[in-house]
């Protein structure tokens, strides 16, 4: 499955775009640390977030639907979202994160989690946060946790 995934992602990026991201991640990893870059990306994401807020959500669905539009209108792939005991379970699913190269993986994640931060904290969830529950599969997944302690 993994292949026929990275065909599908590596079609959402444009390819006048594909050269340039990859060499601007592998300057930015030259000149910042993995952590640094983790926080400029979580920056990033809390900016986009502001830029396309969410409108008010009266259920875990609703907030689904809401999520899901406005990754489908900007090609970033969709979300599922379930209520867990102690945390919201957010699930995306192909994200183009891989356009800057598997070596960003380990800091291009924290974009979707400022996203998610913001976007979040924004309909009500103030003094919870969200946190990256797992890596960037090869199915092109990836796991974020909102909950009152880090998960």
């Known amino acids: 499955m993994a292949p026929i995934i990275d065909y599908l992602l590596d079609r959402q ?9 990859g060499a601007l991640a592998a300057e930015f990893e ?3 640390g993995r ?4 926080q400029l990306m979580y920056r990033v994401g809390c900016r986009f977030a502001d830029a396309h807020p969410l409108p008010q959500c009266g259920s875990t669905a609703d ?3 809401a999520l899901n539009a406005c990754w489908d209108e900007t090609e970033w792939g ?3 979202l379930s209520d867990e005991s102690n945390y919201l ?3 995306h699913f192909c994200a183009p994160l891989q356009a800057f190269g ?3 993986l380990a800091w291009t994640p924290a974009f979707l989690q400022g996203v998610y931060q913001t976007w979040l904290s924004a309909l009500g969830a103030e003094g919870l946060a969200v946190e990256q529950a797992s890596d960037f599969s090869a199915d092109a997944v990836i796991e974020f946790r909102l909950g009152r302690h880090p998960v």
């Open 102 to 104: 598997t070596g960003a």
């Open 30 to 32: 030259t000149q910042i």
């Open 78 to 80: 969709f979300v599922e």
């Open 13 to 21: 990026v444009s390819p006048q775009w594909r050269g340039v991201l």
């Open 89 to 91: 379970r957010i699930i």
């Open 35 to 38: 952590d640094d870059l983790r």
């Open 63 to 65: 907030l689904a639907d």
